[in-house]
């Protein structure tokens, strides 16, 4: 059983930075994707950034310029690197691994809060 442990959420003001980390546990097989996801409320979880296991990277629109994914693979933990925040990017943030030919785990969700 894979275990994702995010941390690194917290309160903001409007143009600063936060970085998420999302470390996993317990995996034997491959990694196949890593991606952050985010959730308002009343709205529905949306898509932040992914990055496949080659490497590409994929960003929502209204994120790009200003979030950046990375990864360490030695530590299994993925990052979310975020500056210019916006109150706009308030939400609980998710952590997704996709692991072998099926395998799909979420982490717990991280509390971000951009002040005005």
């Known amino acids: 059983q894979v275990q994702l442990v995010e941390s690194g959420g917290g309160l903001v003001q409007a143009g600063g930075s936060l970085r998420l980390s999302c470390a996993a546990s317990g995996s034997r097989s491959s990694v196949r994707a890593m991606a952050w996801y985010r959730q308002a409320p009343r709205k529905q979880r949306e898509l932040v950034s992914s990055m496949s296991s080659g490497g590409s990277t994929n960003y929502a629109d209204s994120v790009k310029g200003r979030f950046t994914i990375s990864r360490d693979n030695a530590k299994n933990t993925v990052y979310l690197q975020m500056n210019s925040l916006k109150p706009e990017d308030t939400g609980l943030y998710y952590c997704?691994?996709?692991?072998?030919?099926?395998?799909?785990?979420w982490g717990q969700g991280t509390q971000v809060t951009v002040s005005s």
């Open positions: 997704n691994f996709r692991v072998g030919a099926f395998g799909e785990y």
